[in-house]
């Protein structure tokens, strides 16, 4: 039987207000991969940040190869053999790959004790690149590969750094690593973890059910700070770990399409020959109210930039567009926000929110000018008001309304994100990869509310990486390649095309 690479006993860590980890035991053997799934706010981010040092458990113990191990950091973590990929990607776009390899290490790459030598660097990281299967220019700049490659080069980068250090099998938690790749860079990214199980062990965070059974030798299931199961792919199906991990089964209407309706409003959005040079061209698209557009395509489509240049994010478009028949081209977010088009991004972080503020902050922060103000002071009362009805109104776990952002979990601060769109009372809702980093309870609750903003008339329009959630969420499909529009069409609920045609017409 393999040896144990990392046990954990009776975990536990405790936050103002909330225990994160509540006497978590969990086992990881030499060269396996341990999948770790469990709603947002379950525990598995909290776990890891223990395992890589990044925070310190209340009560509990972690045996690395049978020895203590109490790391004082992730610097401590990783040198003793215990690397992280995260889900925000930790790599530096504007430094050369080897440098990223190799990154606060440098010292071993030193000659004549004062010069860095940057080809043996190179010609390093190159060799560990090939063991590792990866064609991979060490000498180019980071920022020029794709989402999945970078993902490779963190774990490039984990492995190689082990070896450097002379631990033979290093662990590498990957923290969400799909969850920017399409289905094609999925695969990669799982051939290349399947060989490195030769010298590695993983330990694989993804609410993605599917991608977990097809990676993992184990699973455990978390809800609500404890692991409540432990299961095998055999012995498991998507709809068992559903259950699992949200305490019911999983509705067979996942996308909610029996709410489908073939009778809509009048057209509340409709863009003619929108372009940007060298991005996308000559999109014309409408939306009418209670109506859910899906946009799709491969990363680089452009249909992204269509949601952006729509909601002003974007700036120099041509072309014309109406909301609710006053032609308009948006020059920035506050024009298009003044029009009735709101916009939720896909990167909650870096975009959507302000991790440091409360709750009640991050929510109103759309309607401080307009919704909230009062002769020009904030009227508090009116804000407080509001806030706590969308809290209650979208299911935000949150301990109150002035809790810090960033101590919420994923699919929480999704919630906020999309409840500070909701307070300015929008014609028009842009979502760009609305469930991106949420587990399936979340999703389904985020499906729920926006069918309910369908039936209240308002026009949405979902660009999203997801298929299956394009296929099962929209009316209306338009699929986007080399920033065109290649194919549209409708799709009711009963006549929804297949995976595979709306693929043909995404390559």
């Known amino acids: 039987m393999a040896e144990i690479h990392l046990t954990a006993r009776g975990l536990t860590k405790d936050y103002p207000g909330v225990r994160a980890l509540d006497d978590v035991s969990i086992d990881i053997y030499e060269n396996e991969v341990v999948g770790l799934i469990g709603e947002n706010g379950a525990g598995k981010s909290t776990f890891l940040n223990v395992a890589s040092g990044i925070t310190k458990a209340t009560h509990g113990e972690m045996l ?15 040198l003793q053999g215990v690397d992280r990929v995260f889900q925000e990607q930790a790599l530096v776009p504007n ?13 071993h790459f030193k000659k004549w004790g004062v010069l860095l030598d940057q080809r043996k660097m190179a010609d390093s990281a ?7 299967g990866l064609d991979i220019d060490p000498t180019s700049l980071t920022e020029n590969f794709n989402t999945a490659t970078r993902q490779l080069i963190e774990i490039a980068r984990a492995c190689t750094m082990s070896a450097w250090l002379g631990i033979d099998r290093p662990l590498i938690l990957l923290d969400e690593p799909t969850a920017s790749l399409p289905a094609a860079d999925v695969d990669i990214l799982f051939d290349v973890v399947r060989r490195l199980k030769q010298r590695a062990s993983f330990v694989f965070v993804s ?42 089964e999983r509705v067979a209407d996942y996308y909610r399409e029996s709410r489908q309706t073939c009778s809509f409003g009048d057209e509340v959005l409709r863009v003619e020959g929108l372009s940007i040079s060298g991005v996308f061209s000559d999109v014309s698209l409408s939306v009418r109210s209670g109506e859910i557009v899906g946009i799709g395509g491969v990363l680089g489509s452009g249909k992204t930039e269509v949601g952006r240049a729509i909601a002003g994010v974007l700036s120099g478009a041509t072309g014309e567009m109406t909301v609710c028949g006053d032609m308009h081209v948006s020059r920035s977010v506050a024009d298009a926000m003044e029009r009735g088009v709101a916009y939720m991004p896909p990167e909650r972080h ?19 000018a307009k919704g909230f103000g009062r002769n020009g002071w904030l009227d508090v009362g009116h804000e407080r008001k509001q806030v706590e009805e969308y809290i209650h109104l979208l299911g935000v776990k949150t301990p109150s309304r002035r809790t810090q952002l960033l101590s919420l979990s994923g699919g929480n601060q999704q919630k906020v994100v999309l409840a500070k769109w909701l307070l300015t009372d929008p014609k028009v809702l842009i979502l760009d990869n609305p469930t991106h980093g949420i587990d399936a309870g979340a999703k389904e609750e985020i499906y729920e509310l926006l069918r309910n903003l369908a039936d209240q008339g308002v026009a949405i329009l979902v660009i999203t990486d997801d298929l299956a959630e394009l296929i099962g969420l929209s009316d209306r499909i338009l699929v986007m390649r080399d920033g065109t529009i290649t194919w549209q069409g409708d799709t009711p609920c009963g006549a929804k095309p297949s995976e595979k045609n709306v693929i043909a017409n995404m390559v």
Request: glycine share 8%.
């Open 64 to 78: 690395l190869r049978g020895q203590p191990f109490q790391p004082i950091g992730y610097h401590s973590s990783m």
């Open 126 to 132: 190159r060799k560990e690149l090939s063991l590792l």
């Open 350 to 368: 870096t975009e959507g929110v302000m991790l440091g503020e409360p709750v009640d902050w991050n929510m109103s922060l759309a309607c401080l």
């Open 207 to 248: 609410h993605r059910l599917p991608e977990v059974l097809a990676l993992s030798d184990r699973i455990y299931v978390m809800k609500d700070g404890r692991v409540v199961a432990e299961t095998t792919p055999g012995a498991a199906s998507e709809g068992t770990l559903h259950a699992l991990m949200v305490g019911r």
């Open 95 to 107: 430094l050369r790959v080897y440098e990223n390899m190799f990154l606060s290490h440098e010292k």
